[in-house]
């Protein structure tokens, strides 16, 4: 393996593309600590160390920013808003007949769809951005029971100075969208997902270190135990996939012979990747949103719907708001596959070109045996996103850990995810280059 990482770097072109995503990569974490127009930087750093921590959606997008959204940066919404842009563009799929038209028109329609995500992508940043200083406004953004600091973030509440850091923002997103496509075109490629996994991989060793002063050296030990456990398991699951052979019947074209080969269709046990953790996350926050804007009067009387929401919907070591976390994650790994993978589709494209699967008939009858067999695929596959959802959350209830857990959640996920997929991708362009790969 070390010689093969040395391979990497006396290869001129390679060198060249993993050195331009470093200094892209340098960039992206530069701007996460340059404080928007009008923020105090005093302030904002003296209620960072009182370990204050958000909740719910702002974790979700403080986590994908890399802390960059705590401290009211220019980098503070993160790559979230295309995250969500791209979510919603390929829902809408489903909805829209066009989209569904334009994503089989091939390059184009790729590039079509592209565009519209960029679009929706800047949109969803002026929303976040104006919500994200209306919270800080508040004096909301560090939790309820805020200091004097926590409640003036900012040094300046008129019109211009909100519109300014408004627009901050959400050039901040462009950009960040805009290097990612760069890493893309010009780096070890998945710029968007690199982009992602340096934002979480950046809050690692704050949170180890976190462990470490709260608990001692010894749990701190432990937790890096478990976490190359969970690391080693969530990378068996990862890699592991159903393969469904098909077998393509032999065409004379003129003088030559097509087809006649053997493949096979790959269903991974977890298609639907954190998507689900993501959709769940945000729904389960809607209600704690609902009862933080219903909250009672000084010296009257909260709601009854209110104190049970606050009571059981908004702690994450709760065990109905761990049931409702479980229950919404594998409900939404069955509709996110059942979006993204359609059987009918698959099967009619296989008898188009001459496919079959081995004692299944062409047309229906393959579109149904894929059905099943999706079916019984996503279904531990869910339970999985589940488990691994919920890792944080027993961690926090069973030895009161950071809620920050490093590894669970959706981060364990994306690292792993983006990890492998980046080394695929170097392991492709060293074997283009006649050596040796990266894997073995």
């Known amino acids: ?223 890096i135990a478990v976490g190359i456990v969970i690391i080693g398991l969530v990378v068996f699951v990862e890699q592991s996939q159903r393969r469904i052979p098909v077998q393509y019947a032999k065409r004379v074209v003129g003088r030559r012979t097509y087809g006649g080969n053997n493949t096979y269709i790959p269903i991974k046990v977890n298609m639907a990747g954190v998507v689900p953790v993501i959709f769940a996350s945000s729904l389960l926050y809607l209600p704690a949103l609902i009862a933080q804007f219903n909250q009672p009067k000084p010296g009257e009387d909260a709601a009854p719907w209110v104190t049970w929401i606050s009571n059981y919907l908004t702690q994450g070591d709760q065990p109905l708001y761990m049931l409702f976390y479980f229950l919404l994650i594998v409900g939404f790994t069955f509709f996110y596959v059942a979006i993204t993978f359609n059987p009918e589709e698959v099967a009619e494209n296989m008898k188009k070109y001459g496919g079959f699967i081995p004692g299944i008939r062409a047309g229906r009858p393959t579109a149904e045996y894929l059905d099943y067999v999706l079916t019984r695929i996503t279904f531990p596959g869910s339970l999985y996103l589940g488990f691994v959802a919920l890792i944080p959350l027993l961690a926090l209830a069973i030895v009161q850990a950071n809620q920050n857990f490093p590894f669970g959640g959706a981060s364990i996920l994306i690292i792993v995810g983006v990890g492998l997929e980046t080394v695929k991708q170097i392991d492709a362009q060293l074997q283009q280059r006649h050596y040796e790969g990266l894997l073995k």
Not at 109 to 121: A, D, I
Not at 147 to 159: K, V
């Open 1 to 223: 393996m070390f010689s093969a990482i040395g391979r990497i770097f006396r290869t001129p072109d390679l060198r060249r593309k993993i050195g331009f995503t470093l200094g892209i990569v340098a960039i992206f974490r530069l701007g996460s600590f340059i404080p928007a127009p009008f923020v105090d930087f005093g302030n904002v750093q003296a209620c960072l160390k009182l370990n204050q921590s958000t909740s719910g959606l702002y974790e979700l997008v403080n986590l994908f920013s890399g802390g960059a959204l705590l401290q009211l940066s220019i980098f503070a919404l993160g790559i979230m808003p295309y995250i969500t842009a791209s979510i919603i563009t390929q829902l809408l799929r489903v909805v829209i007949p066009h989209f569904e038209t334009l994503h089989k028109e091939g390059q184009a329609g790729q590039g079509r769809l592209t565009q519209y995500t960029r679009y929706l992508t800047i949109a969803l940043a002026v929303l976040q951005s104006t919500t994200l200083i209306t919270v800080a406004r508040s004096g909301l953004l560090f939790g309820t029971n805020t200091s004097t600091e926590c409640a003036n973030l900012l040094t300046d509440n008129s019109w211009y100075a909100i519109l300014l850091m408004v627009i901050t923002m959400t050039a901040g997103t462009g950009l960040i969208m805009w290097m990612g496509e760069l890493i893309t075109e010009r780096g070890v490629g998945n710029g968007m997902s690199l982009l992602i996994f340096t934002s979480i991989s950046a809050q690692f060793p704050g949170s180890l270190g976190a462990i470490q002063q709260a608990k001692g050296w010894n749990v701190f030990f432990l937790v």
